[in-house]
């Protein structure tokens, strides 16, 4: 199936601890995304890769730290986990000569 | 981006006409409406979008008014599986940042 998967689906982990989030798409895309849904549901673009090179950061804490080894993955790496990094994580993939956005289905993240 | 104004929530019956407004009256000319929803714990799904005219296609209809500052999205016949938050989002086409306000709660009643 032609898509953009998430791995994994759900995440509980401690605070302080670090975590890596892992997402491909098989659509051809050349551009990605890493977006964050907090509790109050909105919906906050954190991060975009275009053929590996990082073309926005959002203000985003240092301790997240995406890597995008070719233009069909971009992985998202958190150090020192705290609880307000509890959301659901989603990735996004497009084209830039296209038109809508692809997202995955999501990683809850949970920190206690 | 221009931002974008729309109803927090709306109802409407399985099997009617579901019409969503939205409010972009500070849209540029080269920016397009984009029409996103999100289902319950799943990830935004892209409807539509245009620029002037409308556009239709096997999800929905587009209806942009002539001065572009206000849009229409069209369900022609919406089922329960429609409800969901839909998001009304301006952009041009470059810089790629699609950036989401709070959307409309629609929900399809029995």
């Known amino acids: 199936d032609t898509a953009v998967s998430q791995t994994p689906k759900y995440l509980v982990t401690q605070m302080g601890n670090d975590k890596s989030i892992k997402c491909e798409q098989n659509?051809?895309?050349?551009?990605m995304y890493w977006y964050k849904q907090d509790s109050k549901k909105f919906l906050k673009i954190m991060f975009s890769?275009?053929?590996?090179?990082?073309?926005i950061n959002e203000t985003v804490p240092n301790r997240f730290s995406p890597k995008s080894p070719d233009k069909a993955h971009l992985n998202l790496h958190i150090n020192s986990l705290e609880l307000g990094d509890s959301a659901v994580y989603f990735c996004?993939?497009?084209?830039?000569?296209?038109?809508?956005?692809?997202f995955g289905s999501g990683t809850r993240l949970t920190v206690v | 981006d221009a931002k974008t104004t729309q109803p927090t929530s709306m109802d409407c019956a399985e099997g009617r006409a579901a019409n969503l407004p939205c409010n972009h009256s500070?849209?540029?000319?080269?920016?397009?409406v984009y029409w996103y929803r999100q289902i319950h714990s799943q990830g935004p799904q892209y409807i539509i979008h245009?620029?002037?005219n409308n556009e239709t296609n096997e999800m929905a209809s587009l209806i942009i008014t002539e001065d572009r500052k206000s849009s229409t999205l069209i369900l022609p016949h919406a089922t329960l599986r429609d409800t969901a938050v839909y998001y009304c989002?301006?952009?041009?086409?470059?810089?790629?940042?699609?950036?989401f306000g709070q959307g409309t709660r629609l929900t399809i009643n029995p």
């Open positions: 996004a993939s497009s084209q830039v000569s296209g038109t809508g956005y692809t």
């Open positions: 659509l051809g895309h050349d551009t």
């Open positions: 890769y275009n053929n590996k090179e990082l073309i």
């Open positions: 500070t849209i540029s000319g080269n920016e397009y």
């Open positions: 245009g620029l002037k």
């Open positions: 989002i301006v952009r041009a086409r470059e810089p790629q940042k699609l950036v």
